[in-house]
């Protein structure tokens, strides 16, 4: 009786790691020639529920799932057993699962306290027992070997041993043994990835990874050496190794008055054992003198939920202290929504498993869309990771998750290489990293800081945006949904059009708009302009743009601005002004032309000869050169600047007291075999206050 109660486990009843062995050898004995297979599984996350409601619950669900297995294998050629806390371990004959090699679980617990349901599941390792020499430890070691390959897998929760996972472990072990050494030698590299705005693509902030260049192995990634140095420790020290590299890299760029965005860095859920964890992170940021708000700490969702009451009273410490809290991980774990409210979170990072079936029609969307929008409500913002493509990328901007992370923008770059895209101004937003000071405006209404502003801003009727000038540099830094239709910008990101202002439209334009903008730093008021630019289809445009100055971020000037196209209205004004006094002349004149000097084609607006109609353009700048001789007139070298130049036309028309100058020329007329004389009068209409038309007036002599 004694005997027998040393294989019992005492809680669960069922056999513990004794009784286990003992009985599958017996098993084994008795069926020689039988195949068998041993699973070992544990229970996701079991800690929580002795952190959330106790031993004793934990104990409820240990029994429960003891329970499970008896009823299982009633009838099997089995054993089971209890090895340890909530690990369990089963041998059963392999044809059970002969037909399939899908694993078929059972495992799945419901555990109800006081209403609420909570879901408990299992992953496990699978061994098939070939080699019966071995000993039952052994076999067991080898499930439990698979099992750890699945850990964190909640998608394939089981996996077959098979020999390279031994060998993976002798690798493990020396990765282990190496890594002083390769601190020491500076193997450890920090990589980054930016994160941008799913709008334009501009670089908002980025993520520091690690990366270890081994001497012999080459480039490792850090889902190899994270989970062992997470197991042996060496994780607190190669964190602090990382947040000091990026600190420095922040500063040195500081040091030099180069653009810098937020960056973020991991913090791993074993740093929460340290003591000095807070300490440590505030001494590195102090060290290189830096504002906290430059930094942002990702703490994985299941740091949360392994340790809640210590996690939450460290991030809170460093939330106070300035830092910028990141959930890593969201969805992958247990956070409910609903617990989220509670904890200093500052921004959500969905998951990327989210990505992953999104366009294969499952729950996927209908999960994200939902967390963002939750996210709005809780003021929170949301960065989705592992963006890979357009589809992926449309999605998110349709749901309005703005904050995007993934291959589809950047891959994770070394340093100098993500250095060089921070030294592209055009690639940058860098706002985000400006800490708001006493004097400085809040721009979060209009900045992507608040998504909730985010939404109202794409969705206001019209063109608005951002101009942000620098010296007389204007640039367009931001623009929302109705800018780009107006623009008829298409597909082209915004990349294209910042800096450009220049480019599309006239220089007399560009300066006015710099001078209206200073205008409305100056009077505080919003200033109205009218100008004309060209659009992306390459059609000109007028724009009624009114612009109202927000206030300086360090050397550069924030304007809101907002446009309506009033091409039509323009057009409609011109057109009718035109019939107003076209009607006088054309009684005087046989033909009437406007010259445009932009393309330096004249258009005849009137005539009376079948030979030019209205409509019809000629080029008028090389006029003098080709009449030459037959022109009658002192004064021809300089008229004939002023055909081929507005500002030399301006000059001589200025200095003509009639405000409109004449010259005769001789016309080779067809219809007589002879010539005919003509004179030429110049002069300049104002069609509106702004506008000014340059006609040429002639009549036969
Ligand atoms: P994480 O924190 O979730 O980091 C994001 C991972 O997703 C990175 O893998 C990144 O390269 C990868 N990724 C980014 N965009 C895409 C995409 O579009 N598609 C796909 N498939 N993957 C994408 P990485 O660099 O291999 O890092 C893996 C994990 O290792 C990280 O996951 C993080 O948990 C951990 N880690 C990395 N560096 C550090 C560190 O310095 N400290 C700590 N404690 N953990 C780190
Ligand atoms: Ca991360
Ligand atoms: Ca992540």
Redesign the pocket.
């Known amino acids: 009786m004694k005997e027998k109660e040393k294989l019992v486990d005492h809680l669960t009843g069922i056999y513990n790691r004794e009784g286990f062995y003992k009985a599958t050898e017996e098993l084994f004995e008795k069926n020689p020639d039988k195949e068998f297979i041993i699973a070992y599984w544990n229970v996701h996350r079991f800690k929580i529920i002795n952190e959330l409601f106790g031993r004793s619950a934990g104990d409820e669900v240990l029994k429960n799932m003891a329970d499970m297995i008896r009823s299982a294998y009633e009838g099997v050629e089995g054993t089971y057993g209890r090895m340890e806390s909530d690990n369990f371990v089963a041998c059963f004959p392999a044809e059970l699962l002969k037909g399939s090699r899908e694993f078929v679980h059972s495992g799945e617990i419901t555990y109800i306290n006081e209403g609420t349901e909570y879901h408990f599941s299992a992953c496990y390792g699978l061994y098939q027992v070939k080699d019966r020499n071995i000993g039952i430890a052994s076999m067991v070691d080898r499930s439990r070997i698979a099992m750890d390959t699945v850990k964190t897998n909640y998608v394939k929760p089981f996996a077959y041993y098979n020999n390279t996972m031994r060998e993976d472990i002798v690798m493990e072990q020396m990765l282990m043994s190496e890594c002083d050494a390769a601190i020491r030698e500076n193997q450890f590299e920090v990589y980054y990835q930016p994160v941008c705005n799913a709008l334009d693509g501009t670089i908002i902030s980025a993520?520091a990874?690690v990366r270890w260049r081994h001497p012999e192995r080459g480039m490792i990634s850090p889902g190899v050496f994270i989970p062992l140095f997470e197991r042996n420790g060496y994780i607190s020290v190669l964190d602090r190794y990382m947040w000091d590299k990026v600190c420095a890299m922040l500063k040195r760029r500081r040091e030099r008055n180069l653009d810098v965005v937020p960056i973020?860095m991991?913090v791993s859920r074993v740093d929460f054992y340290s003591q000095s964890l807070c300490s440590d992170i505030i001494r590195i940021v102090e060290k290189y003198e830096l504002e906290p708000q430059l930094l942002r700490l990702?703490v994985?969702e299941s740091s949360y939920s392994d340790n809640p009451q210590t996690v939450m009273e460290a991030v809170k410490k460093l939330q106070d202290y300035g830092f910028t809290i990141?959930m890593?991980?969201f969805g992958s774990g247990y956070s409910s929504l609903n617990t989220l409210k509670d904890l200093p979170v500052d921004i959500l990072?969905i998951d990327m498993k989210f990505m992953d079936d999104l366009d294969k029609g499952g729950k996927s969307a209908i999960i994200l869309e939902s967390i963002v929008r939750m996210t709005k409500w809780m003021s929170l913002r949301a960065v989705a990771?592992g963006v890979e493509t357009e589809d992926e990328l449309n999605f998110l901007k349709s749901i309005e998750c703005n904050y995007i992370q993934g291959y589809y923008f950047y891959r994770p770059m070394p340093e100098k290489e993500f250095e060089e895209l921070l030294n592209k101004p055009e690639l940058v937003d860098v706002r985000s990293a400006v800490v708001t000071g006493s004097n400085e405006s809040d721009f979060s209404i209009l900045y992507n800081e608040s998504l909730k502003a985010e939404g109202i801003f794409q969705n206001m009727s019209g063109g608005l945006g951002i101009y942000e000038l620098v010296g007389d540099r204007l640039e367009v830094v931001r623009v929302n949904k109705g800018y780009y239709e107006m623009m008829k910008a298409g597909n082209i990101g915004m990349t294209t059009e910042k800096r450009l202002v220049e480019k599309y439209m006239a220089q007399e334009d560009y300066q006015s708009l710099v001078s209206k903008c200073l205008e409305a730093e100056a009077t505080k008021d919003t200033v109205q302009t009218q100008i004309k630019r060209v659009r992306y289809d390459g059609e000109s445009v007028w724009l009624d743009t009114r612009i109202r100055f927000l206030g300086n971020k360090g050397n550069r000037k924030m304007f809101y601005f907002y446009i309506m196209d009033i091409t039509k209205i323009k057009k409609a004004e011109q057109d009718n002004y035109m019939n107003r006094y076209s009607k006088a002349l054309f009684r005087v004149f046989d033909k009437v032309y406007r010259l445009d000097y932009d393309t330096g084609y004249a258009e005849v607006l009137h005539s009376i000869d079948d030979a030019m109609k209205v409509g019809d353009r000629v080029y008028f700048k090389n006029f003098f050169d080709k009449f030459k001789d037959h022109i009658l007139s002192t004064r021809r070298t300089e008229y004939s600047e002023a055909m081929k130049d507005k500002k030399a036309m301006d000059k001589v028309l200025s200095e003509s007291r009639s405000g409109g100058i004449s010259v005769d020329y001789k016309m080779d007329d067809p219809d007589i075999m002879g010539f005919e004389w003509v004179s030429a009068t110049f002069f300049k209409v104002e069609t509106t206050d702004e506008q000014e038309d340059y006609l040429v007036c002639i009549k036969r002599i």
């Open positions: 993520e990874l973020s991991n990702e994985t990141m890593d991980d990072k990771e």
